[in-house]
């Protein structure tokens, strides 16, 4: 069964700081790899999405990379801003049989960026 | 373009009582989920759904039905509610996996508390 840790649970920084939420995994055989964030109260919104194949994934001030031979995931922030506060989601995609494309969550990360 | 929508919002339950969780989504999207969100245990998958017609059980299916009557609707079923149900429910859409962009859209979510 695929289990996803993520550290730290929190963490809390001044705004301009860069960065790193890690996500680690115990099956390395996935098809995806999905970062999330969700604002207080409200849904998930899906930030960055990595196929198995590829080995990172840019979008603005975000970066994520996936190292399958490691089980583990990084996501980048760069010069982080208050609107980032939120808590960001690891989601792995399963691979084969009746797990194709089903997601495991992580449990979080929840960032607070402070002026 | 609304995405995926939830209904209702907020609801409050005594035990035993039941109720219909309805999902819609307007992405024409083959794949569907329900899954709740509880406090230390993260996201977890109750049931999906890979086309009309299709359900199947995830990973905390008890106590919960669902049907896809129509592509673009899901629904949750709880037969007779319990206080362990008390959670927040999302609901959730995707392509189908192999298509590329398997990126699951979530719905702003149900909170649900059975008394």
């Known amino acids: 069964k695929q289990e996803v840790t993520q550290i730290p649970a929190a963490l809390s920084v001044p705004e301009g700081e860069n960065l790193v939420l890690n996500c680690s995994f115990t099956?390395?055989?996935?098809?995806?790899l999905q970062w999330f964030r969700q604002d207080p109260g409200k849904g998930l919104t899906s930030l960055l999405l990595?196929?198995?194949?590829?080995r990172e994934q840019t979008s603005g001030r975000l970066n994520a990379s996936l190292d399958k031979s490691s089980g583990r995931s990084t996501l980048y922030i760069a010069a982080s801003q208050p609107g980032d506060s939120a808590t960001y989601l690891c989601?792995?995609?399963?691979?084969?049989?009746?797990?194709?494309?089903?997601?495991?969550f992580g449990q979080g990360t929840i960032l607070t960026v402070h002026p | 373009n609304a995405g995926v929508t939830q209904t209702p919002k907020f609801r409050v339950l005594k035990t035993g009582q039941s109720m219909t969780l309805l999902c819609a989504q307007d992405?024409?999207?083959?794949?569907m989920y329900w899954y709740r969100q509880d406090p230390g245990m993260g996201l977890r998958l109750i049931h999906y759904?890979?086309?009309?017609?299709?359900?199947a059980k995830g990973e905390v299916p008890d106590g919960y039905n669902v049907s896809r009557l129509k592509k673009q609707n899901f629904l949750l079923g709880l037969e007779s509610a319990a206080p362990s149900q008390t959670s927040v429910y999302f609901c959730?859409?995707?392509?189908?996996?192999?298509?590329?962009?398997?990126?699951?859209?979530f719905g702003p979510g149900t909170r649900l508390l059975v008394l």
């Open positions: 959730a859409s995707s392509r189908r996996p192999g298509q590329g962009g398997e990126t699951q859209y």
């Open positions: 099956d390395s055989a996935i098809y995806n």
């Open positions: 990595i196929q198995s194949s590829q």
């Open positions: 989601a792995l995609g399963g691979a084969g049989g009746t797990s194709y494309g089903k997601l495991t």
């Open positions: 992405m024409n999207h083959e794949y």
């Open positions: 759904s890979v086309g009309e017609g299709t359900t």
